[in-house]
Nanobody, 122 residues
Framework: VQLQASGGGLVQAGGSLRLSCAAS????????VGWFRQAPGKEREFVSD????????YYSDSVKGRFTISRDNTKGTVTLQMNSLKPEDTAVYFC????????????????WGQGTQVTVSS
């Protein structure tokens, strides 16, 4: 299984970006998918995830109210709409799909995409 993330880039503070992730095969309809990020010198951290049928979404406190996650099981894609971006959102963003759970993405049991850089300038 391969996950391909896209949509990163450079944006000014207050701006928006939309990240997308596509799976190489239709795994999304059974498993939780989501996004993590890793800033320079920091550990990878949870950003947001969505359960298998999109009935529940979860966000870290740092992005709640600014980011929106969605998924399209017919296309095998998950999207992260990021609004009101802040310099502290600067990181490499990774999409992930849990190998076993349809509820949450657990970092130690996930398939990982290659990451896409998001840079927010002040």
């Amino acid at each position: 299984v391969q996950l391909q993330a896209s949509g990163g880039g450079l944006v000014q503070a207050g701006g928006s970006l939309r990240l997308s992730c596509a799976a190489s095969r239709p795994i999304f309809d059974s498993y939780a998918v989501g996004w993590f990020r890793q800033a320079p010198g920091k550990e990878r951290e949870f950003v947001s995830d969505v359960d298998w049928d999109a009935s529940h979404t979860y966000y870290s406190d740092s992005v709640k109210g600014r980011f929106t996650i969605s998924r399209d099981n017919t296309k095998g894609t998950v999207t992260l709409q990021m609004n009101s971006l802040k310099p502290e959102d600067t990181a490499v963003y990774f999409c992930a799909a849990d190998r076993f759970s349809g509820v949450r993405v657990r970092a130690n049991s996930a398939h990982w995409g290659q990451g896409t850089q998001v840079t927010v300038s002040s």
